[in-house]
C-alpha cells in the first residue's frame, strides 16, 4: 500500500535558519505529492503540491521538489520565521484510489 | 467565504453514548473525507465520499459511520463510543484534483 515517511521532530530552529524537512514515500503509480501546515489550533492548509516527477512546488518562501529516482520530496525554506512555527505534514494522493495518505508530522518551532 | 464547518469543536461523552459529528462544505465539492489526528500517527482516513450516495471505507473505519445524503454535508457517527476513540478529526472537502480544504477540528474526549 501507500505510506509516507517523515523525519521525525521536533525540529526547533532559530529565526532566519535554514530548514529542511524530509519526506520519502511508496506508492504505486505516480502519485501527487503535498505538504500541508498546520498552525495551533487550525486545521490542516495545503502550503505546496507537485502532481509529476521534477515538478518543484512553491509557496510562502518554501519549495518541494518531487524526486522519483529517491522517492522524495522533501520540504525547503532558506530562512525561516517565527510565524512559521507549526506542524507540517507530507501527503500523497493515490490516482487510482483518490485518498490522501499523510506521515505522520513534523512539528517546527522557530525561536527569535 | 469557502469553508468546511465542524461541529461541535470539542466534546466530551461517555462509553457507549452515540454521537455524532457534523461536517458541511459551501465549495459544491463532490469528495469529503473523515481523519483522525493521532500523536505519532499523523492523520489516518476514516471514511471519505467521492459523491452523494456514494461513501468508502478509509485505512480505519471500524467504530464509525457516515453517510453522504446531500453534497454539502457529511456526518461522522459513533454509535457506541469507546476511549480508544478520543482524538482529533479532522473533516475535508476536495477539488477534482483532491485539493483537500480541512475544518478547523473536533476534539473528541470519550471517558
Known amino acids: 500500500g501507500n505510506s509516507v515517511t517523515q523525519m521525525e521532530g521536533p525540529v526547533t530552529l532559530s529565526e532566519e535558519a535554514f530548514l529542511t524537512i524530509n519526506c520519502t514515500y511508496t506508492a504505486t503509480g505516480y502519485p501527487s505529492l503535498f505538504w500541508y501546515v498546520q498552525y495551533p489550533g487550525e486545521g490542516l492548509q495545503l502550503l505546496l503540491k507537485?502532481?509529476?516527477?521534477?515538478d518543484k512546488g512553491s509557496n510562502k518562501g518554501f519549495e518541494a521538489t518531487y524526486r522519483k529516482e529517491t522517492t522524495s520530496f522533501h520540504l525547503e525554506k532558506g530562512s525561516v520565521q517565527v510565524s512559521d512555527s507549526a506542524v507540517y505534514f507530507c501527503a500523497l494522493l493515490s490516482g487510482s484510489a483518490r485518498q490522501l495518505t499523510f506521515g505522520s508530522g513534523t512539528q517546527l518551532t522557530v525561536l527569535p | 467565504e469557502a469553508q468546511v464547518t465542524q461541529n461541535p469543536r470539542y466534546l466530551i461523552t461517555v462509553t457507549g453514548k452515540k454521537l455524532t459529528v457534523t461536517c458541511s462544505q459551501n465549495?459544491?465539492?463532490?469528495?469529503m473525507s473523515w481523519y483522525r489526528q493521532d500523536p505519532g500517527l499523523g492523520l489516518r482516513q476514516i471514511y471519505y465520499?467521492?459523491?452523494?450516495?456514494?461513501?468508502d471505507k478509509g485505512d480505519v473505519p471500524e467504530g464509525y459511520k457516515v453517510s453522504r445524503k446531500e453534497k454539502r454535508n457529511f456526518p461522522l457517527i459513533l454509535e457506541s463510543p469507546s476511549p480508544n476513540q478520543t482524538s482529533l478529526y479532522f473533516c475535508?472537502?476536495?477539488?477534482?484534483?483532491?485539493?483537500?480544504?480541512f475544518g478547523q477540528g473536533t476534539r473528541l474526549t470519550v471517558v
Open positions: 465549495m459544491n465539492h463532490e469528495y
Open positions: 507537485a502532481t509529476k516527477a521534477d
Open positions: 465520499s467521492m459523491n452523494v450516495e456514494v461513501t
Open positions: 475535508a472537502s476536495g477539488t477534482e484534483n483532491l485539493r483537500a480544504f
